[in-house]
């Protein structure tokens, strides 16, 4: 019964199907009809109600208004609607192109346009034929001689220019140019020069500077000598110094100097890797040179060791011959390389200049001083290493040698410092020295122990003595007025006085 039952359920809806296809609504001719549902079902409860398919409705029909707009024909109300757009590229852009479709305006005949005039004939607009244009036989090779006469004009008067500014006729020409010769005015003479500003007394002028100077009044003339002196005395010398006024260097244009290129400092690392660079750069330079035919390859460079890899047959041949030829290139090369390495040494001019340079330090900063009071130094030995040390590093400074100790002035840079300083503290056994002395030659204050130590070191500003010297005074007096010339008599003054407080110490 069910299976009825689904059977003209699914017949119902076909139909209806139909009907809204045909827009007809009743059973296809030729189709049997449904049996009724008391036939078919043989229990109330079984039957289930089957609703009769209702019409479809027709699409309502539509009029224009006369402002255009869809209205329903039965109501009168507007009708939206809905617009359809194209999905398919093709159709885009099409409907684009004639939303987008520029309408060219109709031309208007002469009738209507008042500004139409009919003698005026109007010509359609035509396409110029394009023709060839055939240069000149010639034509670029002027062009092209030419500019290379512009060229070459322009670096003559580059190297004109160039030598005009070495010998300054460029700003000499300039001059004249900004200043007519006929025009140039000689300057007058001031009345007072500004060199003699700062030592007169009055600025006036040379004449009411000499006026106003009293003269030696004595009933007569006073002389030129009187009148120099007077004068003599009336001068500023405060403003008088030692000092000597250069003037600040102006350089022209043709004499501008360069800025100066700071040069670069370099690890050990990185100079070895340039020069690692350079060599292979040259090597490779080398190479393409005999890959092209401008130098001959060299000769190959046999050894012992590889005999037999570089001959091969000749080897073999007469092997006696081929081992002397191979000793004998061995030996030209190693003395090719000796030449070489004498061709760079130094000869001994360049060797001790190389080491006067490195020796002498840069003091233009400030100098180092050392101070050393030494117990006794008369001892001939020691008193020559301490000497010739101080000259062979090119220190200056003094030995001053008196009654009571040893005074020891160094002056010099702070390399040359440190190993003087390891020499008088550390390199010299003074007590030792002192016993291997002659007795003849040791002083009387045997009973203190000879040693050697630093009254003071430091830095000032500019060297006090020229050369280094060694001296002896039997008194003090003459030690002090010694180093008084040179303006350091106060190391004297502070030497004898730790000396008198070590003593009183003891």
């Known amino acids: 019964m069910d299976a009825q039952r689904k059977k003209a359920e699914l017949q119902q809806r076909v139909q209806a199907q139909l009907a809204a296809l045909s827009g007809k609504v009743g059973p296809m ?28 409705e027709k699409p309502m029909p539509l009029v224009l208004d006369s402002q255009g707009r869809t209205i329903d024909a039965t109501t009168g109300k507007a009708v939206q609607l809905t617009s359809v757009q194209p999905t398919i590229k093709a159709n885009i852009r099409a409907k684009q192109r004639e939303n987008f479709k520029i309408e060219r305006p109709v031309a208007d ?50 190297s004109i220019a160039s030598v005009a500014k070495k010998t300054g006729i460029s700003s000499a020409t300039k001059l004249a140019l900004i200043q007519p010769a006929s025009e140039t005015v000689v300057d007058q003479v001031p009345d007072l020069e500004w060199w003699d500003k700062v030592i007169l007394p009055v600025g006036d002028g040379y004449d009411a500077a000499v006026a106003r100077i009293p003269m030696a009044t004595n009933g007569a003339a006073s002389s030129e000598g009187a009148c120099g002196d007077d004068i003599a005395s009336q001068l500023v010398y405060r403003n008088i110094t030692q000092l000597v006024e250069h003037p600040i260097p102006y350089y022209t244009n043709a004499q501008k100097k360069a800025a100066p290129v700071l040069s670069v ?13 350079r060599r292979r750069e040259a090597e490779q330079e080398k190479r393409e040179k005999v890959s092209l035919g401008l130098l ?11 005999l037999m890899r570089v001959l091969g047959s000749d080897a073999v041949q007469d092997p006696t011959k081929m081992e002397a030829y191979v000793r004998s290139e061995m030996a030209k090369r190693q003395r090719a390389h000796e030449t070489e390495n004498a061709a760079r040494k130094l000869t001994p001019d360049q060797r001790k200049e190389k080491k006067l340079k490195k020796m002498n330090e840069d003091v233009t900063c400030g100098v180092d001083v050392q101070v050393f009071r030494v117990t006794d130094l008369t001892d001939p030995k020691v008193r020559y290493k ?10 200056t400074g003094c030995i001053v040698q008196s009654k009571d100790f040893t005074l020891v002035i160094a002056e010099g840079g702070p390399k040359a410092l440190r190993k003087y300083k390891r020499l008088m503290l550390n390199r010299i056994n003074w007590e030792e020295a002192r016993r291997n002395m002659d007795k003849s030659l040791r002083s009387d204050n045997t009973d203190t122990p000879n040693q050697c130590t630093v009254v003071w070191e430091g830095m000032v500003e500019a060297r006090n003595f020229v050369d280094w010297k060694c001296k002896q005074f039997p008194v003090e007096n003459g030690a002090r007025d010694f180093l008084k010339k040179f303006n350091v008599h106060h190391y004297w003054d502070l030497a004898l006085s730790t000396s008198i407080i070590e003593g009183a110490e003891d």
């Open 29 to 56: 001719p030729g189709t049997p009809a449904p049996a009724p549902a008391a036939a078919t079902a043989t229990a109330p409860a079984a039957a289930t109600p089957v609703t009769a398919p209702t019409a479809i």
């Open 265 to 277: 400092q370099l690890t050990k690392q990185e100079r070895k890797k340039l020069r690692t660079q």
């Open 109 to 158: 005949d002469g009738d209507n346009n008042p500004y139409f005039d009919p003698r005026v004939a109007a010509k359609a607009a035509q396409r110029t034929k394009r023709s060839f244009k055939f240069h000149e036989a010639g034509k670029f090779q002027q062009m092209a001689q030419k500019l290379r006469a512009k060229k070459q004009l322009e670096r003559l008067q580059e």
């Open 386 to 395: 301490v000497d010739i040390n101080a000259q062979q590093l090119h220190l």
């Open 296 to 306: 001959p390859p060299p000769p190959p460079k046999v050894k012992m060791s590889n």
